[in-house]
C-alpha cells in the first residue's frame, strides 16, 4: 500500500494512523478486534469514511473489550443497528459479535487471538485468507489482507522510504521473520 504513505502523511484522519498505527505489531486483543471490525465495515465504502466513524465504533463496541462484544445479545444488535455513528449494516455487526466470541474461544485453543495469529505464522496471503474465512465471519481477501498488514503480520503496509517504515522495522514485525 505505498500509495498510502504518499497521501496520509499530513492529511487530518489518514496521517495519524499511517504514523502511528499503520502496520505497527500489536498483541492487545481489543485492538486487533477493533482492527478486525474496521476492516470489516470497511468493505463497500472508504476507509476515510471508517476514521471518521472510528470513535464512534469505539463508543458503540465498548473500546472493543472483546468479552462485552461477544456478550452482546438481542437490545445490543438493536441499538447497534440504530446507531449513526457507526456502519449499520446487520451482517457486520452481527460478524463483530460473532467474530468477538470466536476470539474468546481462542483463549481456550491458543491462549488468545494473538498468539492464535503466531501459531499459524508464517503463511501466505493466500493461506490467510483461507484460515480466515473458515475462521472468522464475513473475512475476504481483501479484508483478511489489510488486517494483517495493518497489524504487522503481512508486509506491505509502508514502502521502505517511508519514515514509519525503519521505525516498524526497529520493533521487529512478525513479516521480517517470515
Not at 10 to 26: L, Q, R
Not at 42 to 59: D, E
Not at 114 to 124: F, K, M, T, Y
Request: net charge neutral; glycine share 10%.
Amino acid at each position: 500500500m505505498s500509495g498510502y504513505c504518499d497521501v496520509a502523511p499530513g492529511h487530518e484522519w489518514h496521517g495519524p494512523y499511517h504514523d502511528e498505527e499503520y502496520g505497527f505489531p500489536t498483541r492487545d486483543e481489543s485492538v486487533l478486534l477493533e482492527r478486525l471490525v474496521l476492516e470489516i465495515n470497511q468493505a463497500g465504502l472508504s476507509w476515510l469514511t471508517i476514521l471518521k466513524k472510528r470513535r464512534g465504533f469505539q463508543q458503540a463496541f465498548d473500546g472493543f473489550e472483546v468479552d462485552r462484544v461477544a456478550g452482546y445479545g438481542k437490545g445490543d444488535r438493536i441499538r447497534l443497528l440504530a446507531d449513526a455513528s457507526i456502519i449499520r449494516n446487520k451482517l457486520k455487526v452481527d460478524a463483530a459479535i460473532e467474530n468477538a466470541r470466536r476470539i474468546q474461544a481462542m483463549r481456550e485453543s491458543h491462549g488468545g487471538f494473538a498468539a492464535w495469529l503466531e501459531a499459524h505464522h508464517p503463511l501466505s496471503k493466500p493461506e490467510w485468507v483461507k484460515l480466515f474465512k473458515k475462521t472468522f465471519l464475513f473475512t475476504g481477501g481483501e479484508i483478511t489482507g489489510e488486517f494483517l498488514m495493518s497489524t504487522g503480520i503481512l508486509a506491505g503496509a509502508h514502502h521502505e522510504h517511508c519514515p514509519v517504515y525503519a521505525r516498524i522495522v526497529a520493533l521487529n514485525p512478525p513479516w521480517m521473520a517470515a
